[in-house]
């Protein structure tokens, strides 16, 4: 999977474009305040660069350094910083409660290790926060 993901985040643009997926737009609000958040699978980066837009400090995970690139140039367009990280949510480790949410929007994952992923994307949250996830 991962050449396939690298192969279309190499291409010229964006892929799913520059701006936030809808649902990310429509829940943003429940993030009040300045948190730490993470986003899992983030490609390249347009919700990632939007929570940091909104005054957020925000780490962007992804498996594909193109996608990672690419959220580093949407958020320097934007002058907002992206902190980016290229990890194999599947096998790699993540930190237990460090952030105060946790965001994933259509992880592409075969469905042997969704629930890995959604593990993860809890254990990384301290108590009391929030993870935000769109899947099909």
Excluded: C
Aim: glycine share 8%; hydrophobic share 40%.
């Amino acid at each position: 999977m991962a050449n396939l993901w690298e192969e279309k985040f190499s291409q010229e643009g964006y892929l799913y474009g520059e701006e936030p997926n809808e649902f990310i737009r429509e829940q943003a609000w429940r993030l009040e305040g300045n948190k730490r958040v993470v986003a899992f699978a983030e490609g390249e980066g347009r919700n990632a660069v939007y929570l940091a837009r909104m005054g957020h400090d925000v780490t962007a995970w992804d498996y594909t350094q193109s996608g990672l690139d690419k959220t580093h140039q949407l958020a320097g367009r934007h002058q907002v910083r992206v902190e980016t990280g290229q990890k194999d949510l599947i096998h790699d480790s993540v930190p237990t409660a460090e952030y105060d949410a946790s965001i994933m929007v259509f992880g592409h994952f075969l469905k042997k290790d969704q629930k890995t992923v959604f593990d993860k994307l809890i254990s990384v949250v301290k108590p009391g926060g929030i993870v935000m996830l769109e899947v099909y």
